[in-house]
């Protein structure tokens, strides 16, 4: 079983920073890609941003050059690093794993994986 679990929301005022984490627990031996999405009330959620394995990453047009993510393989935590932020920003922002490799003999796969969102609210 693979669990993700963030932290780091909380409110900030407009042009403040935030440092959002997300740890996968669980007997893993590797994660391909890691990504941070975003809903914002009444809204669809969206991808903001992703690293690969190798840590290759990208940025949804709105964040590029304010938020950065990063990752600790050794750790299988993800980062993300938010800047300048808006009130636009405002939203439940929720890690997702695509692919995780356990540990067991049978090299388990685990797909599509969610963590419980937290939430980032941006005063104005």
């Known amino acids: 079983q693979v669990q993700l679990v963030e932290s780091g929301g909380g409110l900030v005022q407009a042009g403040g920073s935030l440092r959002l984490s997300c740890a996968a627990s669980g007997n893993i031996v590797s994660i391909n890609v890691m990504n941070w999405y975003r809903q914002a009330a009444g809204k669809q959620r969206e991808l903001v941003a992703f690293?690969?394995?190798?840590?290759?990453?990208w940025y949804v047009g709105p964040v590029k050059g304010r938020f950065t993510i990063s990752r600790d393989n050794a750790k299988n935590t993800v980062y993300l690093q938010m800047s300048s932020l808006k009130p636009e920003d405002t939203a439940v922002y929720y890690c997702?794993?695509?692919?995780?490799?356990?540990?067991?003999?049978?090299?388990?796969?685990?797909?599509?994986?969610w963590g419980q969102g937290t939430l980032v609210t941006v005063s104005s």
């Open positions: 690293i690969t394995s190798g840590g290759s990453t």
């Open positions: 997702n794993v695509d692919r995780a490799i356990g540990g067991d003999i049978q090299r388990t796969r685990y797909l599509d994986i």
